[in-house]
């Protein structure tokens, strides 16, 4: 029914169907999204890391084949030298490097901290600098 407004008051007169619009059908809808969600495309990679660890740059790396590997070239990822232990205390740095995603570390753990330290994950091989691409490809997964 489509309403009129009339001097006296809104009327519902009957819409005639040769002007009626078919609604689309199987038109995707988009995702709804949260207050603290984002879209894939808002997706945001970031490696925190300090001046003194040299395993940044591995995991950079890394994190660009697991995107790769996933399928998700579009996905750019950024580095952030953290040079202060404020500066350190403002993310969710755990040691050098940190990847994050939106802001949130993809391996969580219990040693957030404002050090500016190196860090190491358990890996197939033993504790190392950087977690292996299919450690990356595996935690961004569910993300993606």
Not at 1 to 23: C, F, K, N, S, V
Not at 45 to 66: F, G
Request: aromatic share 4%; with cysteine.
């Amino acid at each position: 029914m489509l309403q009129t407004l009339q001097r006296d008051g809104p009327t519902a007169i009957p819409l005639h169907e040769d002007y009626a619009r078919p609604e689309p059908r199987n038109r995707p809808q988009p995702a709804p999204v949260g207050p603290d969600e984002r879209r894939i495309e808002d997706m945001e990679i970031e490696i925190l890391h300090i001046d003194e660890c040299p395993s940044w740059e591995n995991a950079e790396a890394r994190t660009k084949e697991a995107l790769n590997a996933l399928g998700r070239t579009d996905v750019h990822v950024t580095t952030r030298l953290l040079r202060t232990p404020e500066e350190a205390a403002e993310t969710s740095f755990a040691g050098s490097p940190t990847i994050t995603v939106n802001g949130v570390d993809i391996f969580p753990s219990d040693g957030r901290t404002s050090d500016l330290a190196c860090r190491v994950y358990p890996t197939p091989h033993g504790l190392k600098g950087t977690p292996t691409t299919e450690q990356i490809t595996n935690a961004l997964r569910p993300q993606i």
